[in-house]
């Protein structure tokens, strides 16, 4: 339902063809679920797309005041569904051939990044529920949420910061500060959401089987305040922080995240896993024995 009132609170759900998330309104609160289960709701080509046009649907709806990004099944979301891209011999959208042109990359990234920061300009506010992983691209996602609601057992981080990634929205830097944003990227390690609620890169850890009760009263609390008071509220704190260079560090972050696909090490990273499959070269790159060993760097 989009740009009119739903006075008798009824669920709605969003019309025309969408292929890897799903949207719907239930009362003051609409519920974006990505929709790919069987890859734990991995980053397809129409993901980022799909999640934009879906709070857009819900920033023009006027009987929705609050938005909830799940996954569904048992992850929310494991990142990009990267396996075919990396272990698939030769050139594909993640690896160019050299010479490689890093604008091409940036333009590809580039667009996701600002699909994914819709959930952070969204007028309404937006509460990512996290269960099972948010793991590289998908902390991205989660991290341009408003707020984070994780299960205590769930997991968090950016691996790929180890080699072939780095976090296009950069929110890890904003919601941590820099010494425990290095601590993060600088090591690639995954934690808790105990542990994430600890250093404060989340609003909130629960058990898991709390994690919809505790969300849905979080959402319910706010879908009680008129738009426009969580409009200017949201406005107003956002804004503080993009007058700190949000815009600029992301552009730097996701021209680097192409650069860190075509370096002798990423390029090492891709051969690996067309060498003895994507799994196993992850296994490599976080096992914490020296990355690319032998060579020069």
């Known amino acids: 339902m989009t740009g009119s009132e739903n006075p008798d609170n009824t669920t709605v759900v969003k019309e025309g063809p969408m292929h890897s998330v799903t949207y719907e309104v239930d009362g003051r609160v609409a519920t ?6 069987d890859r734990l709701n ?3 080509e129409h993901m980022p797309g799909e999640i934009r046009s879906s709070v857009e649907a819900a920033n023009e709806d006027e009987s929705v005041h609050v938005i909830v990004l799940a996954g569904a099944g ?3 979301c494991a990142g990009y569904d ?3 891209f990396a272990e ?3 050139p594909n959208p993640g690896v160019q051939e050299m010479p490689w042109d890093p604008t091409v990359d940036f333009k590809f990234m580039y ?3 600002q699909d994914f920061l819709s959930l952070w300009r969204s007028y309404k506010p937006t509460i990512a529920k996290v269960r099972g992983h948010a793991v590289a691209g998908g902390s991205d996602i989660a991290l341009s949420c408003d707020f984070v609601v994780m299960a205590d057992d769930a997991q968090i981080g950016y691996p790929p910061a180890r080699v072939w990634g780095c ?3 950069a929110m890890w830097v904003y919601r941590l500060g820099a010494e425990k944003a290095k601590r993060m990227l600088l090591t690639g390690d995954l934690v808790t959401g105990v542990e994430a609620q600890a250093m404060g890169l989340v609003l909130e850890s629960v058990p898991e089987a709390d994690l919809d009760e505790r ?3 979080l959402a319910a609390r706010m879908s009680g305040v008129p738009r426009n008071q969580l409009m200017m509220q949201k406005m107003m704190i956002n804004q503080a922080f993009e007058n700190m260079g949000m815009a600029s560090t992301q552009v730097l972050a996701t021209f680097f995240d192409g650069v860190t696909r075509h370096t002798p090490e990423g390029m090492w990273f891709k051969n690996r896993a067309e060498e003895v499959g994507f799994q196993q070269a992850v296994l490599e790159r976080d096992s914490g024995d020296p990355i690319a060993d032998g060579m020069s760097r």
Not at 32 to 37: S, V, W
């Open 88 to 90: 698939r011999p030769g």
């Open 215 to 217: 969300v849905a009263a």
């Open 74 to 76: 048992r992850s929310f």
């Open 167 to 169: 976090p296009t929205t």
């Open 42 to 44: 991995a980053i397809d």
């Open 111 to 113: 667009r996701n990044t």
């Open 82 to 84: 990267l396996k075919d």
């Open 32 to 37: 974006i679920t990505l929709n790919r289960p």
